[in-house]
Structure formats: C-alpha cells, structure tokens
C-alpha cells in the first residue's frame, strides 16, 4: 500500500483517517519530525497503514520548469536547472550538469511558471539542502511581502 501523506499542524498535531474503516483520531506527533521514511499506524479497527508526516508549512507543488541559478560569490556555482518544486517560501531543483552548492549559500533563481501569463520568478535564496543532485533553497524575503504570480500559480 501506498503510503498515506498526512500534514502536520503548527502544534504538531496530525489527523490520521483510517483508510480501511474511515474513523479518525488526532494524535500529537512532534517526536517524529527528525524520522525518516513512513510510519505504519494501527487503528482500533485491527487495520494498520503506512502515512509520511508533511511538516511543512506551506504547499509544495511539483513542477517540471527550466530556468537559471546563480551564486553573486562564486561564478563558478551557477548553471542551468529544473525545479522540480516550488512554494511561497523556496524551491526544489536538479541542477543540470555538476554543482559545487551547499548548505548556506547564498544564490539567485530565475524561472518562468507555465500559468497563462509565463510568470517570471527571480528570487534570491539561502540553499538549506544540498544533497547529491537536489537542492532546496528558501527564498530570502522581506517580511509580509507577497508574489502574487506565484501565489496564484500554487492554487491553480
């Protein structure tokens, strides 16, 4: 069975839905932020099922889109990319060909959104992961600003 993805609330709460007989029940589930792959959850009903804990903020929606990465220190850390996510706060991609990022650095991104309008989105960003090929970067922004373009494009 597929592994159920369950979000998690900003009090590390969660809701589990027993797929075999719909109850529901809501447990605390901080401890479990550092873990890695599914759980297996059993409910009162006897049944047990696999759920990934999502405890993210924001939605990351998947993506296929083109477009460009640079790092204003280093000249030799840009290139070409695919982001492979994208949410109101950062952005997944595989850089084409090899990279030398890593946690911490600092970097800008350009890419265009495949909505309607071809949305242009540069932002600058702190790459949080680096791991092989996928890196996860979070936009550096002012507090209380807002992309509408972007906005709109995640609730598409």
Known sequence: MEPIKVYVNVDFTAVFTCPHCGKSKTMNVEKYKDKKGPLKVRCKCRG?????????RQY???????????CPDNPLKGGK??????????????????????????????FLLDDPKRSLIEKRCIV????NQYIGAQFDVQPGTYDAALGFYLRR
Not at 82 to 105: C, E, I, Q, T
């Open 128 to 131: 949080r992961v680096a791991e």
């Open 48 to 56: 047990t099922y696999p759920v990934t804990l999502e405890f993210r």
């Open 81 to 110: 990319m695919v982001v492979k996510n994208v949410s109101m706060g950062g952005v997944g991609f595989v850089p084409r060909g090899r990279h030398n990022l890593a946690a911490g650095d600092r970097i800008y991104v350009k």
């Open 60 to 70: 990351r929606k998947p993506t296929e889109l083109a477009g460009d990465f640079s």
